[in-house]
């Protein structure tokens, strides 16, 4: 047991409760940036005359040599060590003897796990943006060579009115553009720096907080050194947006599923995207979007956990706030592992055109174009709606569709019915009529695809 705090202490700590509060198991996760930080605090120390200059480059070099030797394999971190704090300090004095002691000069574990979290989660917000980046393109890409594969758009899953498959990928670049917002909004609001609040009163060794905040690309110093060691907001923040793509993906997989499976026949899972059955030979499985879907679960409990995790603790820093980091870090991989497979996925899958626009002709679609056809010579909407709804019943009746039957049919159920119906309710007015903006046709959408490729080239926030 390495422990950094035996001074007080009489007895040695009991072995269970030395394993039940221990860290290291998770937290060595952030070794880096609890050595990124360490050097950030030593050159202020330096620069504020609190550590000679040969204090400060041993330390430095001992710090380097550490992150280098784990790197390479020759350093293990192990579970003799309480945490990584621990780990790392315990290293940097065997190697380097009495000047590693002042490393934690000025500073508390408290604002070191505070920065150390910070960081990590930073980076994985900007990795994060990346993956729904990528994932973007390939949207955009379907979206562009689809301005005319029509579908039908559904309403309680039933058929409702003709779309595109741009369209409809479209709806799902929407979804994750904001969910890109979104990280922007959690890096810019958690962009600064707690080092230096020490363990909750900031700290009588003149700090500069401003240096080592811009040292470490902090936008500056959090403002109450209380709430700077205790602030786990920025968590929650993020899980909350983690949750919001994976409902994202959930709802996008769900879709995948139903478009997969038989009766639909929408796509074709590509072969490296799917799954056999141990059983039955023909079975081709959508198991990479089952598994997305159900890992959504997960994430949620992530966000459910920190939020009552944190509910109860009063000001300042409490061993609860241990808990803020292996569901925190199980959310961000599941995240960025099923973005990334999602976005394999949907490259990859064939589109079935014909199934998609044969589905489109069927199951009335164009009932609410052939009212509005009444409408345009001069039937009041209520009526029409109403012949429309008779005329739909009459094709049930027989098995087929609007545009089906005869003028003569036609006439029978309205006498304002004329030949210039079956032009005003194909499929391609159905869709090629809608010009509103954020509409299916595709000279609407052939302005979104270019606006969402601008998007892509220019949409970029970048850190260092
Ligand atoms: N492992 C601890 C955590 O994750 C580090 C901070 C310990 N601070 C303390 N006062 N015991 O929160």
Redesign the pocket.
Known sequence: MAQLWGGRFTKETDQLVYQFNA?ISF?QRFFREDIEGSIAHVVMLEKQGILTGEEKDAIVKGLTGIRQDVEEGRLAITDEYE?V?SFVEANLISRIGDAGKKLHTGR???DQ?ALDMKLYTRNQVVEIDDRLKELLQVLNKIMEENLHTYMPGFTHLQKAQPITLAHHMGAYFEMFKRDRGRMRDIYSRMNFSPLGSG?LAGTTYPLDRYYTASLLGFEGPTDNSMDSVSDRDYVIELLSALSTIMMHLSRFSEEIIIWNCNEYGFVEIDDTYSTGSSIMPQKKNPDIAELVRSKTGRVYGALMAILTTMKGIPLA?N?D??ED?EMTFDAIDTVKGCLQLFTGMMESMTFKKDRMETSAMMGFTNATDAADYLVKKGVPFRDAHSIIGRLVLYCIDKGSSIDALTIEELKQISAVFEEDVYREISLETCVEKRLTHGAPSAQIMKKQVEANAQYLKEGDWKHE
């Open positions: 860290s937290d945490d704090h508390s574990r408290n796990v363990a820093y061993k706030m241990q980091k």
